[in-house]
T-cell receptor
């Protein structure tokens, strides 16, 4: 089974711009979660999508948004980029069911805001 | 308020010996726990999970122990190998959710 894929792997943007990151989950998985990893704050939960609906949300400003498509692929958008948004953005794929709740991560997208 | 804590930022262990990584949590609603291994510039790799209905789960060289009354879990790696050198994260979620709270990680170094 192919793993979680994220595109692009690296991105450089300027303050004030917006960016869209993409995640394709493991085949058959219906839940996609997004996390931000920074040296100062560690891994922080952004949001989770299941069957095209946002099911859980973390404590991030409204500039961070996401969506999920019918094939379970997900995109994350950050508008009006700030220097502090520079981070590794990780996508995690899960079955989404009520039983075992393991999450499998992709390689991440390294975003640098200048 | 950090709900999941890994109080040891680093740990060094001799090859072949046991590595014990610890994790404490404060939220009694957490009922599912995961351990991950992470190398620089890569996504975390899932290692092992445990549900709050169990107190132990084993997978090869990895065993996770859960002490609900102490709100403490630990990951045992036996025997430790140099390839195990990485940063290890524990994560916890509340009942029925996939919203995971991560600890700050412990850097394990296995010495050959």
């Amino acid at each position: 089974k192919a793993g979680v894929t994220q595109t692009p792997r690296y991105l450089i943007k300027t303050r004030g711009q917006q960016v869209t990151l993409s995640c394709s989950p493991i085949s058959g998985h219906r839940s996609v979660s997004w996390y931000q990893q920074t040296p100062g704050q560690g891994l922080q939960f952004l949001f989770e999508y299941f069957s095209e609906t946002q099911r859980n949300k973390g404590n991030f400003p409204g500039r961070f948004s996401g969506r999920q498509f019918s094939n379970s692929r997900s995109e994350m958008n950050v508008s009006t980029l700030e220097l502090g948004d520079s981070a590794l953005y990780l996508c995690a794929s899960s079955s989404g069911g009520a039983g075992a709740r393991e999450q499998y991560f992709g390689p991440g997208t390294r975003l640098t805001v200048t | 308020d950090q709900q999941v804590k890994q109080n040891s930022p680093s740990l060094s262990v001799q090859e072949g010996r046991i590595s014990i990584l610890n994790c404490d949590y404060t939220n009694s609603m957490f009922d599912y726990f995961l351990w991950y291994k992470k190398y620089p510039a890569e996504g975390p790799t899932f290692l092992i999970s445990i549900s709050s209905i169990k107190d132990k789960n084993e997978d090869g060289r990895f065993t996770v122990f859960l002490n609900k009354s102490a709100k403490h879990l630990s990951l045992h790696i036996v025997p430790s190998q140099p390839g195990d050198s990485a940063v290890y994260f524990c994560a916890a979620s509340e009942s029925g959710t996939y919203k995971y709270i991560f600890g700050t990680g412990t850097r394990l170094k296995v010495l050959a």
